[in-house]
């Protein structure tokens, strides 16, 4: 079995750690530190006032993520040091289980990448930014993708599962939060479970976009696979042939408190040669 993952957009300048893994195995995915990217080192990161100001946003944004829909964007500090952060859990998560990633995700943020100033961080529930200059608003459209190379789809599966996925597009940019999943029934080969989601803080035309250029750059490489998902700065995107999402349908701010739902979850391990394709 060899998973692939393919690269499209990010600078070389950027030290690049990513191992996302699933099994289709499970109906439904477990939390998981899927990678993380910095840049280059940079002395001034060392500084006790940077590392104050990263250390006050890191908190502020896992404390108020949660409560706000598992979305939250601030920044600490003053100019030159500033600092802004971004953090986002995933829509059909809880509210308990997006404040367990994002506690987490900032936990790793504050060891990880200790020389670099814009440093992005996925895990399977949640993505982390944070840079010394101003993101907010502005669409990326560098993704990393990641498959089973070995998976194959049948071939009447190739444009359907595409069409699907870009309809997906379309309706998650529509939303109030950016995010939807979505079903499709194809007989006899079974079903396909897709779901998209944006960052908040870019606009809703950005936000298809950026969708569909993942869905351009990778499709040649990904239409014909049984499963495989695509993380970006802006935007993500899932297709599997199994059900990998929750049916969470409360907003996460609403959901405080309450018991995680996830009933049967479990975390599926690959261990795999990891093989990496530049695309720039």
Same mark, same amino acid.
């Given at each position: 079995?060899?998973?692939?993952?393919?690269?499209?957009?990010?600078?070389?300048?950027?030290?690049?750690?990513?191992?996302?893994?699933?099994?289709?195995?499970?109906?439904?995915?477990?939390?998981?530190?899927?990678?993380?990217?910095?840049?280059?080192?940079?002395?001034?990161?060392?500084?006790?006032?940077?590392?104050?100001?990263?250390?006050?946003?890191?908190?502020? #944004? +896992?404390? !108020? %993520?949660?409560? =706000?829909?598992?979305?939250?964007? @601030?920044?600490?500090?003053?100019?030159?040091?500033?600092?802004?952060?971004?953090?986002?859990?995933?829509?059909?998560?809880?509210?308990?289980?997006?404040?367990?990633?994002?506690?987490?995700?900032?936990?790793?943020?504050?060891?990880?990448?200790?020389?670099?100033?814009?440093?992005?961080?996925?895990?399977?529930?949640?993505?982390?930014?944070?840079?010394?200059?101003?993101?907010?608003?502005?669409?990326?459209?560098?993704?990393?993708?990641?498959?089973?190379?070995?998976?194959?789809?049948?071939?009447?599966?190739?444009?359907?599962?595409?069409?699907?996925?870009?309809? #997906? +597009?379309? !309706? %998650?940019?529509? =939303?109030?939060?950016?995010?939807? @999943?979505?079903?499709?029934?194809?007989?006899?080969?079974?079903?396909?479970?897709?779901?998209?989601?944006?960052?908040?803080?870019?606009?809703?035309?950005?936000?298809?976009?950026?969708?569909?250029?993942?869905?351009?750059?990778?499709?040649?490489?990904?239409?014909?696979?049984?499963?495989?998902?695509?993380?970006?700065?802006?935007?993500?995107?899932?297709?599997?042939?199994?059900?990998?999402?929750?049916?969470?349908?409360?907003?996460?701010?609403?959901?405080?408190?309450?018991?995680?739902?996830?009933?049967?979850?479990?975390?599926?391990?690959?261990?795999?040669?990891?093989?990496?394709?530049?695309?720039?």
């Amino acid at each position: 079995m060899k998973i692939v993952l393919l690269l499209v957009d990010f600078v070389a300048v950027f030290a690049i750690s990513l191992s996302l893994i699933s099994d289709p195995c499970y109906a439904a995915d477990n939390n998981t530190n899927l990678g993380s990217q910095c840049s280059i080192d940079d002395k001034s990161a060392a500084d006790n006032e940077f590392q104050i100001n990263r250390r006050n946003l890191l908190d502020v #944004l +896992a404390a !108020n %993520a949660p409560l =706000q829909n598992g979305f939250y964007t @601030t920044e600490t500090g003053k100019k030159p040091e500033k600092d802004y952060g971004l953090i986002q859990c995933r829509g059909d998560i809880s509210a308990d289980d997006c404040r367990n990633c994002t506690n987490n995700i900032t936990r790793i943020a504050s060891t990880a990448c200790q020389k670099s100033k814009n440093v992005w961080i996925w895990f399977r529930w949640c993505f982390l930014r944070y840079s010394n200059a101003s993101f907010f608003g502005s669409v990326e459209y560098s993704s990393a993708a990641s498959t089973n190379d070995t998976d194959l789809d049948v071939p009447s599966m190739v444009s359907k599962g595409l069409d699907f996925m870009g309809e #997906l +597009a379309q !309706n %998650a940019s529509k =939303q109030p939060l950016m995010f939807q @999943t979505a079903v499709l029934d194809v007989g006899q080969s079974g079903k396909r479970y897709g779901m998209a989601q944006c960052t908040r803080d870019i606009s809703k035309a950005d936000c298809r976009n950026c969708l569909d250029h993942q869905l351009e750059s990778f499709k040649s490489v990904l239409a014909n696979k049984r499963g495989w998902e695509i993380h970006g700065s802006s935007c993500f995107m899932w297709y599997q042939d199994y059900q990998f999402y929750f049916n969470i349908s409360t907003p996460a701010s609403e959901g405080a408190g309450k018991p995680s739902s996830h009933k049967g979850a479990a975390i599926g391990l690959i261990t795999s040669m990891l093989a990496l394709v530049m695309v720039l």
